[in-house]
């Protein structure tokens, strides 16, 4: 019995955004080939021993908004993911969250969206998205702080981190969460974003700004290892979750 569809094993693919990023995934698969796409490379690897687990598949989804929810739509279009999988950066709120923590989107709000003709309040609201993650229960396959990403096509702007922290509840912020979570909430694709905060922003500092940008490329380094490296234990208990409910369903036809 194959798990999660019918017809095939459980799939999923991991949408890696930002150039920096990318580079530090495809250095823990330096053997790997990668194949074209007009959005952006891929190349799948097998990290399980398992029929009922495909390889997964790591796209490069390009940075910012526009790239992030037109990629989206294709990996999710083309390969049909039991599970999509966002793993990157963000820039911390200072005081609120830690270098190296790594965030779990239980919400994703793209804040740079100006209203003036209408609600500001109902057009941010719009593209707002709750992640389902009662699959994972409370029990995380590793420590993780549950939080708002925000999402805007700029840097952490450090006279509105407080606002943004008041306003939406965000302890940090990125350029693709908002549309990854959107589009795949779209489709009732299952998504996991998972974020490790590289520098901090307050209002009246920020690590990795006014050529500091060594700062976010060697912690983009040591984040991207670790999300990687433990990004086997998400999937697996995201393909028991799809299993149990398979055995489910399957127990209710048998009872009719």
Known sequence: MTIGKSVRAFTTVVVVSADAEWQAVLSQFPTTETRPTPLGEWFSVRLFER???DPVLFFHGGWGKIAAAASTQYVIGRWEPD????????????????????????????YDILEQMGDPHEAVAHYATDLDLDWLEEDNPHPVRRAVLVSGDRDLVR???????????????????????????????????????????????????????????????????????????????AALYEQERALEAKSREVGH
């Not at 599970?83 to 709000?109: S, W």
């Not at 912020?173 to 520098?199: F, K, M, N, Q």
């Not at 009246?204 to 999300?227: F, H």
């Open 51 to 53: 029929p009922d687990v």
């Open 83 to 110: 599970l999509l999988v966002n793993l990157g950066t963000c820039g911390g709120v200072a005081g609120l969250i830690e270098q190296g923590e790594v965030v779990l989107a239980d919400r994703t709000v793209i």
């Open 159 to 237: 006279e509105e981190v407080q606002e943004l922290a008041a306003r939406f509840g965000a302890v940090a912020g990125d350029w693709e969460s908002g549309a990854i979570a959107w589009v795949a909430a779209r489709h009732g694709t299952r998504c996991l974003i998972l974020r490790g905060v590289t520098d901090l922003v307050s209002d009246i500092q920020a690590d990795a700004y006014g050529g500091n940008l060594s700062v976010w490329i060697e912690a983009t380094a040591r984040v991207m290892r670790s999300l990687v490296e433990q990004l086997p234990a998400w999937i697996d208990r």
